[in-house]
Structures are given as C-alpha cells and as structure tokens.
C-alpha cells in the first residue's frame, strides 16, 4: 500500500479517549438543538402517517424509500433493536435512543481506524485496519472502498460520512461487518444510509466455515466417543442392565481403545451432517420468509420447527449409510479383543445383503430425527434470540452462551427423541435378521 499525501482534514476532534456525545457534536459540527432537529427529522420520515410511533411496516417503507431492497431484511431487525419495550412499536423516545447509542457506536470504531488521530479516516488507515481483521484487499476495491464511503470525493472519511454510511445498520459495528456490508452494497449505490443483510456479522469464507466445523465436530466426537459407545451398547441390550458392568465388560474385552470404536466414522460424517443440516435450515427459513406477510425477518418458533425437521431428515438421508455401519462397528462381538474392520464389515453388508441394506430402517430413523432436529434448532434459536434480547441488551451471543444454548436444545431434543433412538438402534444392529424392528425387541 503506497502512501498518498494527506489532505488536510476538517474534523476538530482530535485525540482518542473516552468517547461521549459532546465528541460525536464536535466530529459533526452540530449543536445539541441542531442534532435533535435532524434526529426529530428522520423520525418523521419514517413516520409518513404522523402516528406518534413506527411499526415495521413504517420502518420497511422508510428503508425503502431510502432505496434499501425489501430482501435484506433489515425492517424486523431494526424494530427489535429500537423497540427497547417491546410492545411492537418504536416511540420517538425509543427512536432518540438508538441513535444515540450507534452515533456513539460509529464514533468508538471511527476513532479505533484514526490512529493517527487526525479526525478523518485517511485511506492507508483503513486499509491497515482491514488488514489486521484479516481482510486482504489490492488498492482498487480499496478505492472503491472510500469512493463509497467519501461522498464529498476529497479523498478522506469523515465521521459525518462515516455515519450517513451506517446509520441504520442494527447490529455491532466492526471492521470486518463494515467491509462485507460495503462488499454487499459497493454494485449499487443505494444512498448514504445503507445497511447490511441479516446475519453478516458472521460473515467468514465459507471454506472456513467447514474447516472450523469440521475440526470442532471432530473433538466434541472424540470427547464424547465413550459415552456414545457406552450408550449404544445399553440401548441394544434387552435385558435388565447398568452402567457399571457393560463399563467392566468392555474395558475387560477391548480395553480402553474400546471405548473409541467408530469414532473415526463418526468424525468423518459429523462434518457434512451440520453442514448439509444449517445450510438447509437457513436455505428454508429464507424461503418461507420471503412468502410471509409483513413480518418476513421471523417465521416464529412454529416455521423453525417445520424448517429445523426438514432439515434434518435431508442431512439424516444423506449420511444415513455411515450412521447405519458406525452401529454395526459399534454393537458387533469382538474377536480376541479385536473390533471388526470397517471394510470388511461394510463389503459384508454389501455382498450378503445388498445396496439396498444400507438404507434399511430410514424411515423410522427419519421419523426420530425430525422431531430431535425440529427441538434441538428451534430452541437454540430461541434460546440465542431470547439472550441476545433480554441479556446482553442486543449484543452478539459469545462462545460460552452459544454452548451453554447448545448444551440446553440439545439435551432437550435427545430427551424427547430417546425412545425412538432405542428402537432405531436395536434395528440397526439385528436388521439383516428381521425386517421388522418390533421383531428385535
């Protein structure tokens, strides 16, 4: 990145600190009286009826009279974020509010790129703070960049261009949401007060997306791989049994590695599984929301568990063959200590009971997974939304709480779904004997 010379910069605000609305007044050269005017301004923009208060119809017309396409999504969210009571409308005093909390906001993370402190962003202090959030861009798409933003054309981004450019975005502000919100809007120009779609704080490359999946699938498999034996070997059991013996017996029989039987399977099936399971669910969710009434940005928790079945019998259909031959490695006699080896379990399966064999006992296996996906999904949702809302007042769930939502639906579904996990099980492990999975138990 070569530097340019550096234009002389308007903005008195100079140096970093602590960040409150009187540097906002000054990065905008606005007087308390002439900033409630504009804020009073927009909120009657939105407010074309004169009610006193915006719903989302309100807000979808006002961002869309601003030229922002219906398929972002962004009414419902910016109703959430703004409606601090939530009875489904947003007053001027709510409306007040939000301004005053993204103005801070926007000011915070201007003046996190202005490490010269000079009051403007230069295009070489973009361009680093791109560069350590991870985001490689060549000077062209960093002109672009700036072109988008510096409405002016003078070279630089002040804060009152800085703002106009992300006003109305409803989610947490950082470099790396900024620069795929530019990269969403850059083709068409929709105005100063663009916003980005739904979900794109989490924006990564998607090849990221699964190698993360992946390698996290593999060590919550291995993690969990002995209790997941210990519980295969229970439920095919149609005697009266406990933990601790069929423990004994396997730590006798196989030793420890015993407990890490088709664990190799099962990490290679769990990264196509949550894949083909989360791309089909927001696949669906965007689809049913697109022929929703007004309130297309939620399906509510009835559509999510429509959406989250669905999801799940298509990933439990395509992985279905791995699952069906990880019971049999799992359930099948040692021999001398010896689990059986997985090619030749599955050749067997394939000479002595055909193609067809590994897919018998889908039905029932799809009957217990769609409601196990349909609970597990649809509470995890609810369950980020509700925190989201409620408890870290609209920020974005961390680490510990997704897990402890995980933890939490994913409990509750396999609760719920167990019954049907046992008969699926057994059938499983005794089909090449019966057809009928009553018959094995």
């Given at each position: 990145m070569e530097a340019k010379p550096k234009p002389e910069c308007c903005n008195p605000v100079k140096k970093r600190g602590p960040v409150s609305m009187e540097h906002v007044l000054l990065a905008l050269g606005e007087t308390k009286e002439e900033r409630d005017l504009r804020i009073r301004s927009m909120f009657s923009f939105f407010d074309a009826a004169d009610v006193g208060f915006l719903d989302y119809t309100q807000i979808e017309k006002g961002l869309s009279a601003l030229q922002i396409p219906a398929?972002?999504?962004?009414?419902?969210?910016?109703?959430?974020?703004?409606?601090?009571?939530?009875?489904?409308?947003?007053?001027?005093?709510?409306?007040?509010?939000y301004m005053d909390d993204k103005e801070l906001e926007l000011y915070r993370i201007f003046q996190a790129i202005d490490v010269e402190h000079s009051g403007c962003i230069l295009p070489e202090e973009l361009w680093d703070a791109l560069v350590k959030a991870g985001i490689q861009i060549n000077d062209e798409k960093l002109a672009q960049f700036v072109e988008h933003v510096d409405k002016d054309n003078n070279g630089i981004i002040t804060f009152e261009e800085w703002r106009d450019f992300l006003l109305l975005y409803p989610h947490e502000a950082n470099v790396e949401n900024i620069y795929h919100h530019w990269e969403r809007v850059c083709h068409v120009d929709i105005g100063e007060h663009a916003v980005i779609p739904q979900g794109i704080n989490k924006h990564v490359p998607r090849i990221n997306s699964f190698?993360?999946?992946?390698?996290?699938?593999?060590?919550?498999?291995?993690?969990?791989?002995?209790?997941?034996?210990?519980?295969?070997?229970?439920?095919?059991?149609?005697?009266?049994?406990?933990?601790?013996?069929?423990?004994?017996k396997i730590l006798k029989e196989e030793g420890l590695l015993g407990f890490f039987r088709g664990n190799g399977l099962n990490i290679v099936k769990v990264t196509p599984e949550s894949a083909i399971k989360f791309y089909t669910f927001e696949m669906l969710k965007d689809v049913i929301g697109e022929h929703m009434g007004d309130n297309k940005g939620d399906i509510g928790a009835g559509g999510k568990l429509v959406v989250g079945g669905v999801a799940g019998a298509v990933a439990q259909s395509t992985i279905y063959p791995m699952d069906l031959v990880k019971t049999r490695l799992q359930t099948c006699a040692s021999e001398g200590g010896k689990a059986p080896h997985l090619g030749k379990l599955t050749r067997d399966i394939w000479v002595q009971e055909g193609p067809r064999a590994f897919y018998k006992g889908l039905v029932p296996s799809i009957f217990g997974i769609i409601p196990y996906a349909s609970i597990d999904l649809t509470v995890y949702e609810t369950l980020r939304d509700f925190s989201r809302t409620h408890i870290l007042q609209d920020s974005e769930p961390g680490p510990l709480v997704n897990i402890c939502c995980g933890a939490i639906s994913g409990a509750l579904g396999a609760t719920c779904i167990y019954p049907l996990q046992v008969i699926r099980t057994r059938y499983y492990r005794n089909v090449h004997k019966s057809p009928f999975p009553i018959i094995c138990l």
């Open positions: 398929e972002y999504k962004y009414a419902n969210d910016l109703l959430k974020v703004c409606d601090a009571n939530r009875d489904g409308c947003v007053d001027y005093y709510e409306f007040k509010r190698i993360a999946g992946g390698i996290a699938g593999a060590v919550s498999r291995t993690a969990t791989a002995p209790f997941d034996r210990l519980k295969v070997v229970l439920q095919v059991q149609t005697t009266r049994t406990s933990i601790l013996p069929a423990v004994t």
